[in-house]
């Protein structure tokens, strides 16, 4: 039978509702709990979720005073944009809750939103149908771990795609990036979408992935190389972080392959990276949360890997992309080792949206010391090792300064 990591489940059962309804409300998620003192019969759907997947989706009628489910047993085309909006929100409502499995019961909002009604962390019991859909994806998932082990661990690779913005000073105008560089390449432009139009202002690194941090970071200075070549106005300082100008939140995104995607791993990447880089950011990067970079945000690729999507862009000094490009490939081959989860406290969960950095601190040295620890602690210290004495001073980046002295490309 199907089990839920025993901390995880206990502490989900120790929140009280209103505990999980702030949880959620902090992360971007709407909730209205369901109301059994009242008939509440309104149109839901059940999704069904194991390890970040979800395994189906069915319309569901609300549970009333009766407490009867009523499931229809047709399920939600795959292909709808409602079940792919319907399954980003499940999977991170869940993740948010501390669970790897679970159901969570949606409400649709219009066209463009869904509302949290329930989250269920045994759905399986007293289901036999369930029970059986749920062992058999604990199954495939355990053959697909298996395999992946088999294959070995030197063939983790990690890449990447963090930002950064073209300003023009003193009135700190940004310049889109598109007036420089192209959509594809080593170094380009990212797409955002307002008012209907469809935009290209943010400038893009996309170095080449690498199994071993060294050249990882080679790639990340190729392709800085690539884009100083490119952008020919020299009077533009570029900025890096989380939002080093107003409407214009910065992402750090991570892709990983070659390595499982779990809730273990996505925890550990929050708990022993995102947090960290939450002491470290600059006081207005936390601006760009619960809209952008919300803890265990992921994308599936179609590599067969997935992206990082928490880090706010670490290309404010060499010294911070070496640190997360070195911590990253730590967590990702010793998370099973990694196993604090401060982030799960109401406190620090609080704290990391707030941006509340005195608070933060106080789980920080717990954490170094479990990574330090680690055998392998040594292949990468010389990445690592300067991060942590950053944080170990109580130092800040400041993301209005321009990246590119620190990168040698003025």
């Known amino acids: 039978m199907m089990q839920q990591p025993g901390q995880a489940l206990i502490r ?8 999980k309804k702030r949880r959620l409300e902090r992360s971007g998620i709407a909730v209205q709990w369901m109301d059994s003192s009242i008939a509440d019969f309104a149109i839901g759907y059940a999704v069904q979720i194991h390890q970040l997947r979800v395994l189906e989706i069915r319309r569901r009628a609300i549970e009333g005073p009766s ?34 499995s679970g159901e969570v019961v949606l409400t649709p909002l219009g066209e463009r939103s869904c509302q949290v009604r329930e989250v269920s962390a045994q759905p399986w019991l007293n289901d036999r149908r369930l ?59 990212d797409a955002v979408t307002r008012r209907g139009r469809t935009l290209y202002p943010v400038a893009e690194l996309r ?44 992402g750090g995104h991570l892709h990983f392959s070659g390595v499982s995607l779990n809730g273990g791993l996505l925890r550990a990447l929050d708990n022993y990276l995102a947090l960290p880089l939450a002491l470290l950011e600059d006081k207005r990067a936390a ?40 911590m990253a490939f730590l967590i990702a081959s010793q998370y099973p080792r990694l196993q604090r989860r401060p982030l799960g406290q109401e406190e620090a969960h609080r704290a990391f949206y707030e941006g509340n950095q005195s608070v933060l601190k106080e789980y920080m040295e717990p954490l170094i010391l479990d990574m330090v620890s680690l055998e392998i602690y040594s292949q990468y210290e010389a990445y690592i090792s300067p991060l942590l004495d950053s944080l170990r001073k109580e130092k800040q980046w400041d993301e209005s300064r321009d990246l590119r002295p620190y990168w040698k490309l003025t």
């Not at 050249?215 to 200075?221: D, G, M, V, Y």
């Open 67 to 100: 407490k009867v489910r009523a499931y229809d047993l047709s399920e939600l085309d795959q292909h709808s944009p409602l079940y792919v909006r319907m399954e980003r929100l499940a999977v991170r409502a869940l993740y948010t809750l501390g669970l790897d």
């Open 131 to 189: 029970a059986t859909l749920y062992e058999i994806a604990a199954r495939e998932g355990d053959i697909e771990g298996e395999n992946l082990s088999e294959r070995g661990r030197d063939r983790l690779l990690i890449g990447m795609d963090p930002e950064f913005v073209l300003v023009r000073m003193p009135e700190g105008r940004v310049v889109p990036a598109s007036r420089y560089l192209g959509r594809l390449g080593i170094a380009g432009c």
């Open 287 to 326: 601006r760009r949360r619960p809209h952008y970079g919300n803890l265990g945000d992921f994308r599936r690729q179609s590599y067969g890997g997935f992206e990082y999507r928490t880090l706010p862009s670490f290309l404010i000094s060499p010294q911070l992309a070496k640190g997360v490009i070195g």
């Open 12 to 19: 989900f059962r120790q929140m009280a509702n209103d505990e």
């Open 207 to 250: 170095p080449a992935p690498s199994g071993d941090p060294a050249h990882l970071l080679k790639h990340l200075r190729q392709a800085f190389a690539t884009a100083a070549r490119r952008i020919a106005d020299r009077t533009l300082i570029w900025q890096a972080g989380g939002m080093p100008q107003p409407g214009f939140p910065l």
